[in-house]
């Protein structure tokens, strides 16, 4: 007896163990019911990357040991400060600015810097303290190198730039002290120019645009709390509603839409003008 034998497809199933590199799995077992038309979509709420922090710092409690001076070791650990998640991205070598600029290295002190007063407690209430700055945010669309740690960068008042060397220097908006008086007798005899902002980036009615985790983790909105009524009396209203970049609480979100409000109504004038070596004793942004 001849029989022949056709097969429309075949499946190699192999035990074997495997190895998916740099990729987040998730096992889970279901039993198949006739309740089930199709797979069921799952989520849940997971802590991110874990990233290189300082070795004296304490992700959990927010605090660095400094009995003696950090002299710039680092240790992995997760983290939801924004300093060390974009110190992460410029620095890591798989996924971060190193890997297509091979030469680039950072300032590990601004970081540091830059760390310690995001996770400075702020009050918020009467007895009720938070981080001043917090990155909880899901990166999934891809963007240029610089561009991407500029994002990151600007969710705490930061900048990140080059000064042409190579290396990467990090500045927050903060209150420090002043580095260099200039006056009339130490610039070029054309003296200040004054330039004033557009009035209509006078904003003066801001919403922050947030992901509320009380909420199901759905977008929320929060307004500043600062009163705006001598400024839209004297500008009209003007509004801003923005993303507020890795946010998840209502307190940082009005904290972050004040800070615009504030900048946005005060500081209105740039003056320029040309020095000579004084100028050397100020970096950027100073």
Request: aromatic share 12%; hydrophobic share 40%; proline share 5%.
């Amino acid at each position: 007896v001849i029989v022949d034998m056709t097969f429309e497809s075949v499946q190699m199933i192999n035990a074997g163990k495997r190895k998916f590199a740099d990729t987040a799995l998730a096992h889970i077992f279901g039993k198949a019911t006739k309740q089930f038309s199709s797979i069921p979509d799952f989520a849940g709420v997971y802590d991110g990357k874990i990233v290189m922090v300082p070795d004296n710092y304490n992700p959990e409690l927010r605090t660095y040991d400094e009995t003696t001076p950090w002299l710039g070791g680092m240790k992995l650990a997760y983290t939801n400060n924004p300093a060390w998640v974009l110190y992460d991205l410029a620095t890591n070598q798989r996924y971060g600015l190193p890997r297509y600029y091979l030469q680039v290295s950072v300032n590990k002190f601004h970081f540091y810097d830059a760390g310690k007063w995001c996770d400075e407690e702020i009050e918020v209430s009467e007895g009720v303290t938070r981080p001043r700055f917090t990155f909880n945010h899901e990166i999934a669309d891809a963007k240029q190198g610089m561009e991407m740690l500029r994002y990151v960068a600007g969710a705490f008042n930061a900048i990140i730039y080059d000064e042409g060397n190579g290396v990467l220097n990090l500045k927050i908006d903060k209150p420090t002290e002043s580095v260099q008086v200039f006056t009339p007798h130490t610039v070029s005899v054309e003296g200040f120019a004054y330039t004033s902002t557009d009035i209509t980036t006078r904003y003066n009615d801001i919403t922050a645009t947030f992901v509320n985790p009380d909420l199901g983790w759905t977008v929320d909105r929060r307004a500043a709390t600062i009163d705006p009524d001598e400024e839209i009396e004297h500008n009209g209203r003007i509004p801003l509603d923005f993303v507020a970049v890795g946010c998840i609480d209502p307190h940082e979100a009005v904290a972050r839409a004040n800070y615009r409000f504030i900048t946005a109504t005060t500081e209105v004038e740039t003056v320029s003008f040309t020095t000579a070596r004084l100028g050397m004793l100020a970096e950027l942004y100073d």
